[in-house]
């Protein structure tokens, strides 16, 4: 019984070390490929660098084949919804274009850069978030947020729990 609990344990121990790998990999691709254009887009200071960056963004997004999606499986909302988030993405891109067409001094623009600045800085979090969420349920489903939270319990409630009971029998045993 005792080499049951211990290899239980070394079972756990390597599916949870795996996770770790996959949440690590998954991170830095989704870092690499979809959100590091987004920061660069908030570091810019100007207008066109800033179009620039989010275009980019758009374009990886567009391209990453989470049309129609959801970052839920059953509670859909247009709040969490790949397509309505992705057009207040591009309603985003749009009023960037616009703004390079002002002139730089004008009220005008001056207005437009705060409400850009406003976005960019926290109130853009959610909708973030949500391509975030929805690019792991696509591409990492066993590492998608609360699929993992499960998966871990379960892994380290085998891992600790199984063998502390192999240990508690055997030792009622004697």
Excluded at 31 to 52: C, G, H, M, N, V
Excluded at 102 to 129: H, K, P, R
Excluded at 153 to 173: A, H, T
Aim: proline share 2%; glycine share 8%.
């Amino acid at each position: 019984m005792k080499t049951t609990g211990i290899t239980a344990t070394i079972i756990c121990g390597f599916l949870l070390i795996l996770s770790i790998i996959g949440g690590i990999t998954g991170e830095y691709q989704y870092e690499r490929d979809y959100k590091s254009f987004w920061d660069l887009a908030d570091k810019a200071s100007t207008i066109p660098q800033k179009a620039q960056y989010v275009d980019k963004f758009v374009d990886a997004l567009a391209n990453a084949g989470m049309d129609g999606k959801y970052n839920a499986i059953f509670l859909t909302t247009p709040d969490n919804s790949f397509d309505r988030n992705f057009e207040a993405l591009k309603s985003l891109q749009l009023r960037l274009h616009e703004i390079e067409l002002m002139g730089v001094t004008s009220f005008e623009y001056q207005t437009a850069m705060q409400q850009i600045t406003g976005q960019e800085q926290g109130e853009a979090e959610n909708m973030l978030d949500v391509f975030n969420g929805i690019w792991w349920k696509t591409h990492h489903f066993l590492l998608w947020d609360w699929i993992c939270l499960v998966q871990v319990v379960i892994i380290l409630g085998i891992g600790l729990i199984y063998p502390v009971s192999c240990m508690v029998r055997d030792f009622n045993e004697y």
